[in-house]
């Protein structure tokens, strides 16, 4: 008998038909044995609706009032499937995240999970109950219902599966698992078995939105075995777990992608200590995630200088840079939206020399102009023309034999 | 300054706009130096789909998971209420049922409100802001939601209004207060400026809709000030108050009528102790209401009994006594569904002879037949055949002086 969380997005639980379905799924791990916790997102559609409602209210609502809102979409959720699951013959009840003794900061409408009680819950489960547990939500340090901000539920999920101790956290979804890139890019992309958080994470920050970065995060620091399954397939999903578990490692276990991408060069940047500090100070003041950087020294005592925000940074990017002109003594900004990174990932290529030899080789021989390389323990990321995009994912799928057979 | 909670119900928050016409209406009476507090119910439609989702996965749904869902309505609205307010300069902020200390028993589904701590709504109060409570709803014995049942806004606000110790509650609706009758049988209604709690009692129990029966009940008993009034029209409405307040008592106050009424005649009935018990003793098991009763004896030792039931009770009524015919003793059954109560009401029939009379004697005067009479201390309803309702409820609205000018 195993202890499972099992976590339900939005389009699986989109209307009664697909609740039910989610029920019967739910039954069939009970009927098996195990023990259940189950944890679910709003109908989809309903979020947006009442986001809606407080955005046509009041463009700069309160956060506090949005949340209030907002959580009824789970806790709706939660009742609804408790029910489909007593009809089933599966006693239930649902749980808000208050009475499931989730607890998070103040940071209303982006709240972080400060922690879990799990006691109420395992005394449900311990006379045989499944909990529905509304995701995405908690109980602020006032008394009032926080929302944990986008991809919340996964996370709910991670941090219950956490403080029940779980085997596992079941994450359906409406992919059947990770695959080695986007599916839509090549048919050859395959579903991985397992796949290390860190994998995980490189992934899920440079593109493939299969689970939410912070659920990974918390599920590798409170090593939460993962899976990735879908809700309306009835095949295993893609395990993610500790490095340790995966016997046969891959070099590179994954390509992906980011068309969300701007590239500025600042052009003879005075090549003296302080600079960057002068760059990248007001940019992160200004809540401006840079990425790559890359800075070449010239021969005449300045240098160029290049870094990558996110395109939608870009115009922000631009005004504090032009606000800051004097203090950085840059002639020339040159900017560049139409660029594209890709990454190749891997735990294996920490053992593995020429990783970064096979790419550059590998996009040479495709007449693909790398104009930024940045390199991390378990990735190689380059920035490309973005029109070569699917061209280079496709290459290096191939070049690095991770093709479906 | 007074203190006033605003209650707001369904069709008055039925969307956005009307949400923001609430917000006015409240900013106007904190612009006139009053404290406020408001109760919401949820936007109309709202809480028939969630009821209807409830009733489609399941038909005997865990009524505990039916709050659960259904609660959710009134938190949505009273969070986007609190940002309109806001977006005014309106300080505000929403509450649930939970956080406003709202307590009940646990009848879920139909809950008893069993006690409200106000202390965290005054507090709230005294920095300035304007609570927005989700109306309909409150915290069971065993930490779960609750909700109250129909009409449980209506009694939120008076059990708030009691426990903040408020000056008046306002109830806002679709109608501008309480009539002398019907206007849709009589456009010589009129709108009362006052009108005792006993007679809002009697006439809401013979079917004008305006305020929930409970509430009107625990106005009395806390001696709670309510205001009927149009959250569509700037006009006064009707003050429901004690009896005491009302300078001018009126001989007959309304007219009030329902045709949800059913008669029931059994014929010869043993004249011997115990027969009324073996006929009402398993109509009283079965949640049949009876309302009035009027027996005759007979000379050979019979009597002929007549009840009225609500008209959706008549089959249940039917089935009951086929049952325990034997022991009824009664060879024959009556019914007739064709009938309606019209009442008059009037806390000041108490110090007036002559109102019976003169009901009689208008009744008789148009030709109809009285079936049944029933009296109490401020109140005189008969039975009569329902085709006469209109005819019947204008000729009296006539006899009493109640037509406007």
């Given at each position: 008998?195993?202890r ?5 997005g939005?389009t699986s639980v989109?209307?009664?038909?697909r ?17 259940v916790?189950?944890v679910?997102s ?18 700069l ?13 789970e806790?709706?959720t ?8 007593q009809?089933?013959g599966?006693?239930?009840?649902s ?6 003794g ?7 409408g ?5 922690g879990?009680?799990?006691a109420?819950?395992?005394?449900s489960?311990?006379k045989g109950?499944?909990p529905?547990?509304?995701g ?5 340090p ?8 986008r ?10 599966a956490?403080?029940l ?18 599916p ?12 290390a ?10 593109g493939?939105k ?18 990735v ?21 891959a ?5 992906a ?16 200590p302080?600079?960057?500090a002068a ?6 003041d200004?809540?401006?995630?840079v ?6 020294v ?36 040159l900017t560049?939206?139409?660029?594209a ?6 735990v ?5 020399a ?14 693909i102009?790398?104009q930024?390389i ?7 990321s380059?920035?490309?023309a ?7 994912v496709?290459?290096?799928h ?7 057979a």
């Amino acid at each position: 008998m195993a202890r499972i969380v099992m976590k339900f997005g939005g389009t699986s639980v989109a209307d009664l038909d697909r609740i039910r379905n989610v029920a019967s799924r739910v039954q069939a791990e009970v009927a098996a044995g195990h023990e259940v916790a189950v944890v679910v997102s709003a109908m989809s559609g309903v979020t947006n609706q009442l986001v809606a409602w407080c955005g046509s209210l009041s463009p700069l609502h309160d956060a506090r009032e949005y949340d209030a809102v907002v959580a009824t979409g789970e806790q709706v959720t939660s009742g609804l499937l408790a029910i489909a699951l007593q009809t089933l013959g599966v006693p239930s009840r649902s749980w808000t995240g208050w009475q499931a003794g989730i607890s998070t900061d103040g940071a209303h409408g982006k709240a972080r999970i400060a922690g879990v009680d799990g006691a109420a819950l395992l005394a449900s489960m311990a006379k045989g109950q499944v909990p529905v547990v509304a995701g995405f939500q908690g109980l602020g340090p006032e008394g009032r219902v926080t929302t944990l901000g986008r991809g919340g539920s996964d996370t709910s999920a991670v941090a219950l599966a956490a403080a029940l101790r779980a085997d596992r956290c079941d994450i359906y979804t409406d992919v059947d698992g990770v695959y080695t890139t986007d599916p839509r890019i090549t048919a050859r992309a395959r579903k991985l078995d397992k796949i290390a958080y860190e994998e995980m994470l490189e992934l899920a920050s440079v593109g493939a939105k299969v689970l939410q970065t912070r659920s990974v995060e918390l599920a590798m620091k409170e090593r939460v075995r993962v899976q990735v399954l879908s809700s309306f397939a009835d095949v295993p999903g893609t395990l993610v777990v500790d490095e340790d578990e995966i016997v046969e490692q891959a070099m590179v276990s994954g390509i992906a992608y980011s068309r969300d991408e701007a590239k500025i060069t600042l052009r003879h940047v005075p090549d003296r200590p302080g600079v960057a500090a002068a760059i990248f100070g007001p940019l992160s003041d200004a809540q401006v995630n840079v990425d790559m950087i890359v800075q070449n020294v010239a021969a005449d005592g300045t240098t160029d200088l290049t870094f990558t925000v996110s395109r939608t940074d870009l115009p922000r990017t631009q005004s504090v840079l032009a606000e800051h002109k004097v203090a950085i003594g840059s002639e020339t900004v040159l900017t560049d939206p139409d660029v594209a990174k890709i990454s190749v990932v891997g735990v294996g290529m920490r053992s593995h020399a020429g990783v970064a030899r096979i790419m550059f080789a590998t996009l040479a021989g495709k007449g693909i102009n790398i104009q930024v390389i940045s390199t991390s323990e378990i990735k190689v990321s380059v920035l490309i023309a973005a029109e070569y995009t699917e061209l280079a994912v496709r290459a290096l799928h191939t070049a690095y034999g991770l093709d479906a057979a």
